[in-house]
């Protein structure tokens, strides 16, 4: 089982900036994929970015300029630095990795995640 435990929400003026981190501990032996999902009441997930373990992203066209993703293998945990926040950024942000475990099989899995509120 692997557990990830985001961390760095809170509320925030527009324009604002924060970093959320997601540190995953638990069976893991390679952690392929961490990304970060947002979600609002009434909404499907939507992915915010995502990093491959070999350092390349893929961001959402909503945050390409302003959120900015990235990872330390060494320490299992990945980062989401969001600049310039706006009002439709309010969310709840997940965090989501691919972990290849012990035992060499793939699994999928989720943060509880933390709430982002962009508000004046």
């Known amino acids: 089982q692997v557990q990830l435990v985001e961390a760095g929400g809170g509320l925030v003026q527009p324009g604002g900036s924060l970093r959320l981190s997601c540190a995953a501990s638990?069976?893991?032996?390679?952690?392929?994929?961490m990304g970060w999902y947002r979600q609002t009441p009434g909404k499907e997930r939507e992915l915010v970015a995502r990093?491959?373990?070999?350092?390349?992203?893929n961001n959402a066209d909503s945050v390409k300029g302003r959120f900015t993703i990235s990872r330390d293998n060494a320490k299992n945990m990945v980062y989401l630095q969001i600049n310039s926040l706006k009002s439709e950024d309010t969310a709840r942000y997940f965090c989501n990795a691919y972990v290849t475990n012990n035992s060499g099989r793939e699994f999928q899995y989720w943060g509880q995640g933390t709430q982002v509120t962009v508000s004046s």
């Open positions: 990093i491959i373990s070999d350092g390349s992203t």
């Open positions: 638990g069976s893991i032996s390679v952690i392929n994929v």
